[in-house]
């Protein structure tokens, strides 16, 4: 076939009438899991302030340095949302979410934009389903956090993934660290990568991050930031850690996992499959406890995750799990003639009207030819329609699966298939 004069963007995906069941069934399982863990639905916009997207997840990071699509128009910066946090906890300041009253549970599903090389599990228009507690430090919100996040793929029977926790301190516990880790480092820096080189002032944790060979071998002997904590964070993570073991939740620690975003404080966790390939991170979050007032707001506590929903259904295909039934439609009228089409499409509200999908021929096409249409549209019934039938007034109701047939009156089959 011949390329199209238009096709999508690189990165950007079509999610075709084969595709989007299964995202229906997805979308389903996160409201009703959100629900139980009683959290509110929230929809910010698409396009955010340029200026708040490079404050809320820092200058530095690669989001904002190599990765946000970003435009201007009038006097005005706008960027496509690279994630829902700093947005969300612009709302809440915004609105003032906070006179609500107690902490706000908060959940979304979208899609985000990030100007990343595309591969598989990586595109540069992605959803996120994700949930923040914003006004909480208790660690009790972090396990809930967590635990919501892990829910939605054990329901799906996602369950063999690997959920790996850090702190990463308050900004006081960080900054003995940052020397330390600076300390280490600063012999070897010039055998190190350029970009290594480069976060070594401003942020050297995200060097921990880094993926580059000649890395490694300094990397690996490190300080970890454990030995850092003050009381405060280290207390915090050992509750989070004795309540995710009263769960039973399993977590393996790495004091290596920093995270790609400035605004975390203490926790940090994600979520690692290995049904993924090289991108094999289902879901990541932590706390951001100096956002709100970074953005302007009163200083507020919060934490969250995010998960990325292309990656959870490319998990669901290597293990064979169906999100969403194949497609099918309860009734579908095959007509013979024009007064049948017209019986078919003025009786077609009614057979909706009792709660059942039905469908007709829009082609007025062959007997033979609705029946074919009928099979592939994987119709449970057929209602077969002709001059004798509507002299009658009775209808040859077919059941496709048994092939068993009655000659019903309209009514009757209504009765016999109504829900
Ligand atoms: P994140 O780690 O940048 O965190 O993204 C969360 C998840 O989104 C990733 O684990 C991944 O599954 C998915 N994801 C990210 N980039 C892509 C991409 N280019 N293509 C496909 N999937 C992708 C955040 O976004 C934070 N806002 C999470 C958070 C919420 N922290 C606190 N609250």
Same mark, same amino acid.
């Given at each position: 076939m011949a390329k199209p004069k238009y096709t999508s963007h690189v990165g950007m995906v079509d999610i075709l009438p084969d595709e989007s069941p299964k995202w229906r069934a997805l979308e389903n399982i996160i409201h009703e899991e959100a629900a139980k863990f009683n959290f509110e639905e929230i929809r910010t916009p698409i396009l955010e302030q340029t200026e708040l997207i490079v404050r809320g997840i820092g200058q530095l990071t690669d989001i904002v340095s190599k990765e946000i699509f970003a435009f201007e128009k009038g006097d005005s910066h706008y960027v496509l949302r690279p994630e829902l946090t700093a947005p969300v906890v612009r709302s809440y300041v915004e609105h003032h979410l906070e006179q609500r009253g107690g902490s706000q549970k908060l959940y979304y599903i979208g899609p985000m934009f990030r100007a990343e090389k595309p591969q598989k599990g990586r595109q540069r228009q992605f959803h996120q389903f994700g949930a923040e507690v914003i006004g909480s430090d208790d660690p009790v919100a972090d396990v809930e956090i967590i635990a919501l996040m892990i829910r939605v793929y054990q329901r799906i029977g996602i369950d063999n993934f690997e959920l790996k926790l850090n702190s990463i301190g308050d900004p006081e516990s960080r900054e003995a660290y940052k020397e330390a880790l600076r300390d280490y480092l600063r012999p070897n820096l010039d055998k190190m990568s350029e970009v290594s080189q480069i976060r070594?002032?401003?942020?050297?944790?995200r060097i921990l991050d880094s993926k580059e060979e000649q890395d490694q071998e300094y990397i690996k002997n490190a300080p970890v930031i454990q030995d850092y904590l003050n009381e405060e964070s280290d207390s915090h993570f050992d509750k989070i850690k004795e309540y995710l073991d009263q769960l039973g939740i399993n977590y393996t620690l790495d004091p290596h996992l920093v995270r790609g975003m400035d605004y975390y404080t203490r926790t940090a966790f994600e979520l690692i499959s290995p *049904?993924?390939?090289?991108? *094999?991170?289902l879901a990541g979050g932590g706390r951001y406890d100096l956002l709100v007032e970074e953005i302007g707001g009163q200083p507020t506590p919060a934490v969250g995750f995010a998960a990325g929903m292309e990656r959870l259904m490319i998990a669901c295909e290597e293990l064979d799990i169906e999100l969403a039934e194949e497609k099918s439609v309860d009734v579908y009228f095959v007509t013979l003639g024009d007064a049948a089409r017209r019986f078919a499409l003025t009786h077609l509200p009614k057979t909706r009207e009792a709660g059942l999908s039905a469908t007709m021929d829009y082609k007025s096409r062959s007997m033979k030819a609705q029946m074919k249409d009928a099979d592939r549209e994987n119709a449970r019934y057929t209602i077969i329609i002709g001059d004798n039938e509507l002299n009658e007034g009775k209808f040859t109701l077919r059941n496709m699966k048994e092939s068993e047939e009655d000659s019903l009156t309209f009514n009757e089959i209504l009765e016999k298939l109504g829900k």
């Open positions: 070594f002032e401003k942020n050297p944790l *049904d993924l390939g090289s991108q *094999d991170a």
